[in-house]
């Protein structure tokens, strides 16, 4: 669904009327669940992508609560390479396949071909560093980490521009 489709101009107002009647305290899960709807009218299996990641980030949140000195920096580590791993394949999987090409010809073996289904997922790039920006926020001390999945992965679904958002609470 694009925002300048007939669709999105039904979906909105339907949305916007939703949560005008959904409690106050439940809203976050109307947006949510809207938000979920609007990717996966895009293409619904790179919901996975996000689900991942941001399953990445929460945990890593919470287990960093527990870790001080290096296992917190290995923890940092593997959690960072995790969230960009996804990244790094739609968008560098093609061009590193190619400037690998030569390798496989120098010792004769069949060279790799282009991946053509590969099709960059929606905001990829934006709740990558989102959810990367989270992790290094906690790592450093500035947030607590955010207490519900659900609104950690709202905050990716719904395309804010602040970081880490208001659901993480400032340590003092």
């Known amino acids: 669904m694009l925002f300048n489709s007939a669709l999105f101009l039904f979906f909105f107002p339907c949305v916007a009327a939703l949560l005008n009647v959904t409690p106050p305290q439940s809203r976050w899960v109307t ?44 923890a940092l580590a593997s959690a960072i390479v995790l969230i960009l791993l996804p990244l790094i394949f739609f968008k560098y999987a093609n061009f590193i396949l190619d400037n690998l090409a030569p390798a496989f010809s120098v010792f004769g073996a069949p060279s790799p071909g282009r991946i053509s289904s590969l099709i960059l997922p929606l905001g990829i790039s ?47």
Not at 39 to 67: E, K, P
Not at 140 to 167: D, V
């Open 31 to 74: 947006l949510l669940l809207a938000s979920i709807l609007f990717y996966a009218s895009w293409d619904y299996r790179y919901l996975v992508i996000i689900f991942a990641i941001a399953t990445v980030a929460y945990v890593y949140g919470h287990a960093c609560r527990h870790l001080a000195g290096k296992p917190a920096r290995w």
């Open 126 to 172: 934006f709740y990558t560093f989102q959810l990367l920006s989270y992790c290094l926020d906690i790592h450093a001390g500035r947030y607590t980490p955010n207490e519900s999945f659900g609104k950690l992965l709202l905050i990716q679904c719904i395309f804010r521009t602040r970081s880490p958002g208001p659901s993480c609470a400032p340590r003092n």
